[in-house]
């Protein structure tokens, strides 16, 4: 039973939401769902081994054969259950947009943050982006220190993107 409080606990955690009962609720939907799909998945293993394969239940051979399909299966259900719930919280809830931004993997639009600590205790920061990743590369001519290929398109050179912000103490 304690596990399934770490489950739940988990979810709720990263859930993560301004909203105590958002995080509760989606939190609580997203743990569910994902212990209901498990027990499916591990409810389907026994059966195929037992029924299809005709294995002695709860065997070593019943475990040694169920094992890997579970893992499979959680593999791709688990993924699946995941997006879904990034995509039903940014486009109905306006949550996750953090994690649901960086599970697509668009590969422009990269950037940093580059943070300045004054003498006075202020912070300036600033976000230093590229909006195109380079795709064109060339060998550098020289052995001199530093990468061996260089960048050879212009149009992802860095850019501030933002003014800076500065932060008083």
């Given at each position: 039973?304690?596990?399934?409080?770490?489950?739940?606990?988990?979810?709720?955690?990263?859930?993560?939401?301004?909203?105590?009962?958002?995080?509760?609720?989606?939190?609580?939907?997203?743990?569910?769902?994902?212990?209901?799909?498990?027990?499916?998945?591990?409810?389907?293993?026994?059966?195929?081994?037992?029924?299809?394969?005709?294995?002695?239940?709860?065997?070593?051979?019943?475990?040694?054969v169920a094992a890997p399909m579970i893992m499979i299966a959680a593999?791709?259900?688990?993924?699946?259950?995941?997006?879904?719930?990034?995509?039903?919280?940014?486009?109905?809830?306006?949550?996750?947009?953090?994690?649901?931004?960086?599970?697509?993997?668009?590969?422009?639009?990269?950037?940093?943050?580059?943070?300045?600590?004054?003498?006075?205790?202020?912070?300036?920061?600033?976000?230093?982006?590229?909006?195109?990743?380079?795709?064109?590369?060339?060998?550098?001519?020289?052995?001199?220190?530093?990468?061996?290929?260089?960048?050879?398109?212009?149009?992802?050179?860095?850019?501030?993107?933002?003014?800076?912000?500065?932060?008083?103490?």
């Open positions: 039973m304690a596990i399934y409080a770490i489950i739940f606990a988990a979810f709720i955690i990263f859930t993560g939401s301004k909203s105590k009962r958002f995080r509760w609720i989606a939190g609580s939907l997203h743990a569910l769902s994902h212990v209901f799909v498990g027990f499916l998945i591990f409810w389907g293993a026994a059966y195929l081994c037992i029924t299809v394969f005709g294995l002695v239940p709860k065997s070593v051979t019943q475990y040694l593999w791709f259900a688990g993924s699946i259950l995941m997006g879904l719930y990034l995509w039903i919280s940014l486009n109905v809830f306006r949550e996750h947009t953090t994690e649901a931004f960086s599970a697509l993997r668009i590969s422009d639009w990269k950037g940093f943050l580059r943070m300045h600590l004054c003498p006075n205790g202020e912070h300036e920061v600033y976000f230093v982006g590229i909006r195109t990743v380079p795709r064109q590369w060339r060998r550098k001519a020289t052995a001199a220190a530093g990468p061996e290929w260089i960048n050879n398109d212009a149009r992802t050179e860095p850019a501030r993107l933002e003014d800076y912000v500065k932060i008083r103490p």
